[in-house]
Structure formats: structure tokens, C-alpha cells
């Protein structure tokens, strides 16, 4: 059975789905989801992160680490957590370029990968041999703990809300059988989260909610709060001046449409990071950020970096300088990316924010 008759038979049984549990079904179906069947990432996969495009991204996200574990008291042991590590490209550089900053790091250093893909866990599994690998963060055990969170929100499930007249209805997806395709529709009466939603809207907004999101951070800054510890966030980030829907397909590097053959292109949406701030706060942690990729690594040193990675090989300063221009400049990666720091209160603040 394709993941396609799965969603129809569920729609048959209990209704037009949310866009949550489409998205949802669509990526993390044990058996047909697009997780579970698919190396998604990579030249020959759907998508590139930005530890594949070079390895200064993971040295300046080691040397933020690295500063705020000292600045912490350096803490032994502690827990070095990575939320979806992908093919563990990340971590490898975290590991490599701390082990050169500062050895008692990497020895203090307990790597627990949090990923619910079997086949990206056996690529971390070989990537870093001796991290813990789990499908739920609940599993991890409670400690002072490092975390790192890249390109991980924007793959969680989003519920989508859209105004008509003087409510808001929850958009839903349903099967069309006179033209053979999974359609966008309306719930039939307002959404009950109509209360919590902005007042100020135009006719045919939309706004995007992520519960979700909201309890892995609750989660991340109750951690902070009760052991220690901070979180930094990297993604694609929403802009809360375009009301409009941002759920996206991507399959070989191309857009395509995100309700055609589940479980075969990868689904995300933007992130809302006022969202996640306001969750974190609620929850008694310290939030920095968000800020501008480009303007974040800037400040942590990836320029000087690259101009010494140069002067050591002049071969590759063209390669350098394109990757530098994609991870900084705002018509790559530097603005449409922010990054935010998710921290103990009576911690330090975190570099790269100020």
C-alpha cells in the first residue's frame, strides 16, 4: 500500500486531514514516510544544509560551543545534543575543530543524536561512532547539555489558519477523486484557536502555528532552566510582515508541489521564531536572537576564518569565498536563515548576539 491509498483511506475514514497531520504523515510514516524511505540530503538527495556547503559553518558553531562551555565553568561531564544531525557532517567538524580548541571539551563531551530517519541514523551511527542515538527527546537524559538545532524546526508539522470574514478557519487537505489529487480545503466552522489568533488580518491571510515546535523548545529551555546548559537554533526563518502560507516541496533540488505523491519530496515550512521565543520565555529561559545568519557567523568569526583557510590553501579561495558568500550574503543563505539562542538564565550570555 503507497503512502497516497494510506492518506485516502484515513480521509475516507475520519475526514479532511489538518495540514499538520498530512505533513506530518507525509514525512514521518514509519514504513512510506519520506524520512523513512529517502537520503534526503546531499547532491544526489532533495536538499543541501549548510554544514554540506563547507566546513566553516560547523567550526564556528564548535568555537560558540567551545566559549560557552568555558564561560559555564567547563562542566564535566556534560551532554552535546544534536536535534536532526542529518548525515552527521555537523557534528564531525563540531568534533574535529573543538578537539583543536580545546581537548578537554571533546573529552567532557557526551554526543546524543536525536533523529527519527533509520537510515540518517545509520549515517550518524558511522559518522560519530560514539553518540547515543534516539527518535525522542525525552530520552536524553537530564544534565547541563549543549544543543545544536540546524534546519530542524522547519520540518516539523505546522497547522495552518486562514481568515474569512471575521474568523479564522483551519486549512485542510482532502482527496479531490473527480481530478485524482490531494486538494487544499477549509474546515466547515471557525477554528476554536480564533481567540489567539491576530485581530488585524486581511481576508485570505494566513498564519502558521506549530505546537509541535513549541514543545521541543519548552522542553529545551526547561532543560536550560533546571541544569545548565543553552540551545542554539539555526533555520529558515518566517517573516511575520508576509501573511501568507509557506509550506514548501522540495525534490532534487526543485520546488514542487507540495501535495503531489506524499512521501517522495521533502515537505518544511519557515519558522516562526517569535513563536519560539515567546515559548521559551514562557518557560523561564534567557532567548538571544533571533538575528540574521550571515550577521551571527560574522560575528563569531567565520570571515577571518575563511581568509586564514586561503592563505593556507590558495587552490581552493575561489570555493571558500563562494561558500562564504552563500552562508553570509542575504541573496543566500545570510538573511532568509537566523539563528537564536535558547539559555539558562544565570548562564552567560551566549557570543554572537550582542
Known sequence: MTLQDILIRRMRRDG??????????????????????????????????????????????????????YRSGRPEPFLLVELGPGRGTLMQDIL??????????????????????????????????????TDDLAAVPAAFALVVANEFFDALPIHQYVKTGRHWRERTVTWDGSSAR?????????????????????????????????????????????????????????????????????????????LSEPGTADLSARVDF??????????????????????????VG??????RLAAMQPATRDGIESALRRLTRPEGMGSQFQAMSIACPSGPDPAGFA
Not at 564556528?60 to 566559549?67: E, F, G, N
Not at 573543538?98 to 545509520?122: C, D, H, N, Q, Y
Not at 513563536?275 to 557567523?297: D, I, M
Request: contains cysteine; charged residues 20%; negative net charge.
Open 274 to 299: 517569535q513563536e519560539l521565543a515567546n515559548t521559551a520565555r514562557a518557560a523561564g529561559a534567557s532567548v538571544h536572537g533571533p538575528r540574521a545568519q550571515g550577521a551571527f557567523l560574522e560575528t
Open 16 to 69: 479532511a486531514l489538518s495540514v499538520a497531520d498530512f505533513m506530518g504523515t507525509a514525512l514521518f510514516h514509519p514504513e512510506q514516510g519520506y524520512y523513512a524511505r529517502r537520503m534526503p540530503i546531499g547532491r544526489a538527495g532533495d536538499f543541501t544544509t549548510a554544514p554540506e556547503v563547507h566546513q566553516m559553518f560547523g567550526e564556528m558553531i564548535a568555537a560558540w560551543l567551545v566559549d560557552y562551555w
Open 96 to 133: 574535529r575543530t573543538a578537539a583543536g580548541l580545546s581537548p578537554s571539551f571533546t573529552r567532557a563531551a557526551k554526543v546524543w543524536f536525536v533523529e527519527t530517519s533509520s537510515i540518517l541514523r545509520r549515517e550518524q551511527a558511522g559518522a560519530v561512532p560514539a553518540a547515543s542515538l
Open 182 to 258: 490531494f486538494i487544499f480545503a477549509l474546515a466547515p466552522h471557525p477554528s476554536p484557536a480564533t481567540p489567539h489568533l491576530p485581530d488585524l488580518a486581511r481576508e485570505g491571510d494566513i498564519v502558521e502555528i506549530s505546537p509541535a515546535a513549541q514543545a521541543v523548545v519548552a522542553d529545551l529551555a526547561g532543560r536550560a532552566v533546571a541544569d545548565g546548559g543553552a540551545s542554539l537554533i539555526i533555520d529558515y526563518a518566517r517573516d511575520p510582515r508576509e501573511p501568507c502560507g509557506t509550506l514548501q516541496a522540495v525534490q532534487s533540488h526543485r520546488r514542487v508541489d507540495p
Open 302 to 307: 567565520i570571515r577571518e576564518r575563511g581568509h
